[in-house]
């Protein structure tokens, strides 16, 4: 466990219970700051990890962080260095999870469960794609669907099990803590929530996704999955609709106060928890290769959509972890990069041709809402959720500037996130202090990368070398390409996340490599997809036009069917 902890709050609130215009909650004091939880808008303070994995979703419509970020124990990097990945979890898990909350012989034993499905022994192996260069891939697809998700998913999908068969032991019938599951995907949350959770006791899943906008891989591997608890809800829109019908459910206190919503998506702490560790991982397994010399700086490359992968990068930093930057990869849906050039985020109003679903400038297929339909689907997102939990920290690192006490800054931040959400839901957009982007390029770079650089990048490792990137993970080579013509690639060495298996993104891949001479999409196809497409499916369609109360009759339906057990 930590001894110290480093505050992004710096006093620790004492009253029991604390009263935050929101809700009020009974403070646990049996856990450290860095084991309790606030929201970014301000509200909800004091909840447990149990409390906010199970909830997803703050009240005051805010994300969940911790408290405090805690500092890494003494010692970390001799005692961390050589512990396989479960062991690392562990570690690092029990930074922010009291074992009076799950004792650490189960924490032990979800971690273990949760690993033993990857394919990889070492997890997430870090790969050497330009020795030269310095420029390292961290393979994260090695689990059950293929994708980074699953680093999380199957650890969430056994957390929520473990909580529930404690909430229900000697319950019956209708007085079983029921918890109804509701995800939107752009194809691979998807999937990895799915099979992190069929067939699970006490536990209903609704995944939403954006209908004929995923891949027919993603697609057929989620609505392949018959089990009881599994509903697919196919919706005419884009991922960002899904996002917020989602977002309007856990809104809405009739389906709450029933049904007991739980989030999959990273807007649920425990999937970015989960992530930190690949970021430790990857350090030790880099730092211990022969070409890291002492001193040498580390910068991690993320290709983003909802900006769940990065941040949880970005804890790791917190904690103490030595990454000099991280830098944001987007794609031609570009929110985040335009961010982080002029500190303005906006969602872009699409003119012309492009907003009638026509082709903008640029080649890309655009939609009225603003979304382009690029080689990377599932990063087409106009939204980043996970955004609001940076912009918590940098409001409140401008706040502490003031001089004031903790509790004012804290609540400084909460209203001013909570003011930018507003502008962003009336005005489309909103901008930041100078300084406050200031501060966010200390930690971060970005760069946007096109699907024809998309392309090039997966033709160029191709031929070099032989490696096969999926769109997703090229979107960061590019970026870490221009990253290292910053810098010297004698004393900085790159990562780069490779967030999914090429083979989910046939359409991309064989764009890149089929006039390429010996490439046959079959040398990277998995025998998990063989045959996939033909297998039985069930799937519903949202009518057009249903909205999210539409999709509430829905979840409402299916859940009585499935608890009468006439699913
Ligand atoms: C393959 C792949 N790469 C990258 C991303 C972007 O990750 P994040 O949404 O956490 O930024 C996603 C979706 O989330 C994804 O599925
Ligand atoms: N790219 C994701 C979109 C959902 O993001 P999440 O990380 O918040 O779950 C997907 O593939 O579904």
Known sequence: MSDSVTPVGLAVPTTT???????????????????????????SYGLSFEEVVLKGLAADGGLFIPEEVPALPRDWESKWKNLSFSELALEILSLYISP?????????????RSYSTFRAPETTPLVTLNEKENLYLLELFHGPTFAFKDVALQLLGNLFEYFLVRRNQGKTGRNRHHLTVVGATSGDTGSAAIYGLRGKKDVSVFILH??????????????????????????????????????ALFADPKINSTLNLGAVNSINWARILAQTTYYFHAYFALTKSPSYKPGNKIRVVVPSGNFGDILAGYFAKRMGLPLEKLVVATNENDILDRFWKAGKYEKK???????????????????????????????DILVSSNFER??????????AGAG?????????AGQEVEAWMKELK??????????????????????????????????????????????????????????????SPAETHHISLATA???????????????????SFDTVLPEEFIGLEKKERRVRTVPKGAGWEGVREIVEEEVEAELKGVR
């Open 404 to 412: 004031m006490d903790d509790e004012w800054n804290r609540k400084q």
């Open 100 to 112: 009076s909350e799950i004792p650490t012989a189960d924490l032990k034993e979800i971690i273990n």
């Open 426 to 487: 009336t005005k489309g957009g909103f901008e930041v202090h100078q300084e406050i982007l200031k501060a966010a390029q200390t930690d971060f770079e970005s760069e946007r990368v096109s699907d024809e650089q998309t392309l090039e990048t997966i033709k160029d490792f191709y031929s070099n070398g032989g490696y096969v990137l999926d769109p997703h993970s090229a979107i960061g080579v590019a970026a870490s390409l221009r990253s290292i013509k910053r810098t």
């Open 349 to 379: 109003p699409v003119k012309g041709a492009a907003a009638e679903g026509g082709i903008a400038e640029d080649g890309a297929k655009a939609h009225e809402d603003g979304v382009k339909e690029t080689l990377s689907p599932a990063m």
């Open 210 to 247: 954006p209908k004929g906008r995923v891949s027919p891989v993603q697609e057929a591997q989620m609505t392949t999955v018959l089990d009881a608890n599994v509903h697919n809800l196919a919706v005419d829109g884009t991922f960002d609709d899904c996002q917020d019908t989602v977002k």
């Open 390 to 399: 940076l912009l918590w920290f940098l409001a409140y690192e401008y706040a």
């Open 501 to 519: 298996h090429p083979a989910k993104f046939a359409n991309a891949v064989d764009l890149a490599l089929k006039n390429e001479a010996g490439f």
């Open 17 to 43: 219970p604390v009263t935050n215009g929101h809700s009020e909650e009974t403070k646990d004091t049996t856990h450290t700051p860095s084991q309790r939880y606030l929201s970014t808008r301000g509200g």
